[in-house]
């Protein structure tokens, strides 16, 4: 097996902060951060579309990047070097989980048979590699967007033909995802939604795609899939207008079919904030919600309209998603994948290795003040002081379901007076960056 | 009774599309357009808060406009002659309903219960009026934004006493409308919300919402309020994110709840605009989930951030909006409210004439292309025949969902080729603005 | 020469505005507007890297289009063909002109002497059938933005050898525009930017755009090229910031390095509305400050933030950049250039023609309602009336600059009342839908 | 005198990161940081009419903050009490500069003239303070935005008197300014655009705003002001849009009519990314161009399409500010001015003082950070790196313009390849990070 970056050891942790040179300067895998390793807290994934897939085109420029592992003589040989590649970079990185599409993973045949044939001939081989190294599947996926098949979309696709193909496709994908011990499974619907109302039946679109998740719920039973599904929400890109907008909508979408006990979230900063909220604001409202199930680890540009899947280096994003993560108990079947690229003039092979320890750092840094300040309990309490009316009183009825408007009417015709708590906004934004600036 | 406005007359419908003055030269009430008269489709509404009570004012701007009833010797006074002032203009512009927030229509007092005597004083009056002209009420609604007492929410406040207050508050205008026989109810949640997450429980806000809206219901059928309950999403401003950010949110929040079989949808252009879909949009996925209860006929600006809340002109926007409705078969206790305001700079009280006619006749424009759109059935015969692969072979077994993934996977399998239709973006545009041009 | 729409004839201006399949409903070719034909008026031009080139493909999906033109033997005779289908698009809808990039026409070789002649046989070709069919070049470019080469920019490389090799590309292809005629060359720098000031060189980068520029200018002359040079404003993307942000920018840069007077603007629709512009707006800047050159004629999406390219069929837009450009007295060496491509799913070859149709018939229909507008003086009349203060006393002297603060304030402590005149916005909003709808 | 916050003394800095109630944490103002200490180089200014007068209001809410100095028994007293409670503020923080505009700091009266004498008697008694204290005045500035009559405008209204009576005004105030000693004076020109072009002359407009410029220009001289003049640049709001868009719009206006020497600008935070640039971009290209003045400290929601003023408490965007400061070689006559308010709901007095703590912190640790990033050079060394091709070879020829478009394309016609630098945005950021965590 070639080894492609022989020239980059495995990286490791750094005390130094300004050494020279790909090291972890935030992220030391063994460090305990209460009670759990960091590596068991931030199960960091490599996306196999970005990292070993992309090559640099824009909507206006062609590719800048040429990886080692695509000079081979075949598509299936390329497909087989591009596994080997994948290995190596997460063996040295210290990534313990992967993502794919199964057309990330192998090419396109033919025919739908010739298709999925190359399809299991990698799939062996991906799982040799699983157990050869011990990293493991955090999910897989299929791709249902980039042939022009899908023009229409796939389970919302006006051409009935393209429905069946994508369920096939699905299918099989969801075959390979449990083969592989996959901890889930998600459906980006990045074609289902609309371009214009002009030419678009909504309501059939609706019911089609909830008919589709639900045979693909079945599925998973009937194959005994043990992971999660998970629904990625996006606004927009590439189509007009898509279905599972955020969180919301798409939880609004599967309350209406019945579907909600079946899927939870596979959350994007970069999703989150084109459709106008914050990534905490998904994170949080799925949380509470009890359909928080993953997180696509990137950051956007805030003063660009499209997804950029940045590599994730604001402080304040991992350290709010690292709170709501905390928050929930840690991951059950979910991690934190890197659907980042590297920026297009980032194209020699070793920015890899640099923007994945750029995002890992930040997550690090992120951990360790999110830990800090649950402990402390300095937002929390906080919290609690300002919503303790609740916990006493007329409040306490409120909490408790046990008064109605009459009752109400009563209290507030009443002598008391209102007396309000200050937000103290700039105070705790203040005290956040004193926690991220010392959190070790 | 003093006459308001002693230069203008009734506004009649013009033949003569570029005569000076105010004059309607697309709105003929009596006009039938596919067996109903303009009037009955276009159910027009004035909305007090803007049209009485908007002087100018903006963040960084004092008001411009003196209105004539305002020189009232006393805050009581002043708010009954806005009453009949509002009744000259609705009589002169033909427009047969309207709407209003509690604290719109008469002064807050001292108490709440002085509060609620001059509310009582002023519904008097307003009934009186209302019997004099025929001009019925479309909705009422309780201001829960402007005191400060709200600056944290309502239903939403983290201080208990301030949810008993707003409920109390809403009990009475519930109250008020019901008197006024009011067609409909809405909440709109422009505090209910967060600034930041750091000082918000999120949990606790939204179950405390559920439960004000479940105890709203509860009280309309108590006093057997016949009206529609409606929520108004808005996805921020004043809040930095509101939880009814759009209807699919609020929707899911109703589900989430059980309350969604007692409320529809007040849907604002400017709002849809604004959590970045378009009007047609929430009104489509409303309709669809049989939740479009009634409009906030106006427009914002495409290239501001903010609600402009203008007067609706463009043609697009209401040939859609129209669209929708009379897909919908019309509106059941809904109507096209005009939630919109005047220019700063239309400061003159004519401007008032104005601006009202610029939306009518847009609208009764947009009525006139919309059903003759449906009548030569252009669209539904274009979308219906994109879609016709459903009505047959496995496209009809996927209708019926008579299938699952295995059957489909059989099928895409096997021998037959994929044949996308055109989705003819361009060419519908180009008749849509035919049908927009030639309706008469 | 092959026919490629066989099935296509010429398109016609039909009086019918409901007669299905490919026809002109607005645009009539020959129709006088104020003493001059639309034909001449509107100079419409194909973009042959949409028409000729787009495949279909998005950041997210790949090609839908196969175009007949594409099936040939090698990428020179594929060039070839191309040319030949061009013009009988062209020839087919009645546009008279045409604007390409030097890579759009011939395709790259292994070094710049092959590309340069693979250009100068295709610029053999597309001369003969200029000549054959009268066809004229509106502008020609160079396309420094896809080829990897370019990854940190082309004028503004990090990379000396880019620049040069820049330079090298934009001489040719301003021989190439003069050999053919070209009314104009335009220069759009879509890598002219940055993505982060980390690692950016911001003064050194634009004294080397404003070198460049000085350079091309000069050659200009030299060559004897008669064209007008055009600079295009864009916001972003590809690149996340670019230095020709919008007209504004492009003039304060032109200003600040004395080439204000060799350059003038092609304006895009869709890159005014990205800068937070109306089209007008960038339009009316430019023409007031007398560089207002050329206009792309597309359209965007108000609610997605990337350049959609549409063809442009709103009403409000066409309308808008009519009443500029008849106010300029017409153009005199620039035209309306439809950079606009059909969408991923109008994918069959007929679109082209619907496509185009659209967007002429939009123009068509803009120019009749702008000539309308203008010579009832409805618009201009209102503002002569509105600023007529600066006609006598006070405002004569401040428009003639024969005043100061002392003389101001002495004014201004005297003993006048100030009067505003209303700004009626919603009055004349509604007065250009009457002009849109009436106009013929 | 009156003491208003009796509870508070002088803020002190503590070393304990983590100490309750308000302190400084990163601000110390006599530390020293590259040969200056943090007061010199931090030259902060509360911004009167934020901090002393805004009561909480905002466009859906009325006052949540009652100032124990509103409380006086007329206008003016309440005018002279808030000068004392802004100086103690200003002690008390530390803070060794302010800004107002004319209506902030004294009430309008019946008359011009009387207004004038309001304003004579309170600068009678700022002088005094200032004199007592040490504490200067930044910049000065008139309100033409916030009385009705500006309502089109003041130097671009349609309507001449109020062109005469805003110079009238500008006049005053730039007189003020100077007794005041006033190291600047600033015009924000909220209402100087437009809201519809169909009511607009924009020539006219722009013409009149430069003569209103040239006219300030020529009276700062005759009266021997020795302060700078500023021009504040904000894309929009509370105008639709505003000529002074960005610093790249407002630099082409100062060029078309020759008034660039006489003006330098005044960036706010959160206009420039109102204006879709990020706060540094309009620093820098400032700052190269040699016009970067004054800055509004601020930040933004990058989520919200208004203007928020909030306190600056994001690390990345204080960094980056100091570190073009630092470049520039720090402030001449400019200085860091809070334009900021505190939320809404931070309506409590203490909250004046934690959100000046907040926003200094910040300042702080952001001057800590790229005072270190300045002295590694470890930027500085990547650009130069990066860039090197320009100071050797075909590289120096470009740079010293020594070259053209001939010899240039001999070079690339000629056998070497381009080799491009990585751009390493990833590393970048990752790197900056550490120096911001760990600058001390």
New interface residues.
Partial sequence: MKEYFPNTGKIEYSGD??KKGPCF?QYNAGQTVGGKTMEEHLKFSMAFWHTMGYG?S???????MVRPWQNGSSPMKIAEEKVYAAFEIMQKLGIRYFCFHDRDIAPEGN???ETNKNLDSIVKIIKKMMSDTGIRLLWGTANL????????GAAT?????????A??????AMEVTTELGGAGYVFWG??EGY??????????E???MA?FLQ??A??AKEIGFEGQLLIEPK????T??QYD??V??A???L??YGLERDFKFNIESNHA?L????F??DL??AR??EMLGSVDANQG???????TD??P????STT?CMLEILEMGGFKKGGLNFDAK???????PD?IF??H???M??FA?GLKAAWKIME?GV?KD??SK??E??SR???KK??G?E????S??K???GP?T?????????????????Y???AE
């Fill in positions: 902060r300004f300067r640099g824009d909507p206006f420029g062609a590719d800048t025919t739908l048979a967007f980039t042939n022009p098949r899908f023009m229409h696709s006006c051409n009935a033909d393209v429905f069946a193909y369920a096939a496709q699905v299918k099989k990045g074609r371009e214009t109302l002009l030419n678009t039946d909504m309501q059939l609706l019911d089609n008919f045979m693909a079945d599925y606004p927009k890109e590439p007009k207008h907008f955020d919301a909508s939880l609004a979408f309350k209406s904030t459709a106008g909220h914050t905490q604001h949080r409202f509470i919600n540009d805030m003063l660009l309209g499209w997804d940045q590599f280096t604001d402080i304040y709010f590297v920026r297009r003039a980032s194209y020699r920015d640099y923007a320890i750029a995002g750092d930040s840094k402390d937002l906080f919290i300002k919503y009316s609740y009183g007329i409040g409120i909490s379901k008064t109605d408007f009459k109400l009417e209290y507030a015709l008391g209102i007396d309000n708590p200050s937000g103290r906004q700039e105070y705790l934004e203040s005290i956040l960056n004193e991220i600036f010392t």
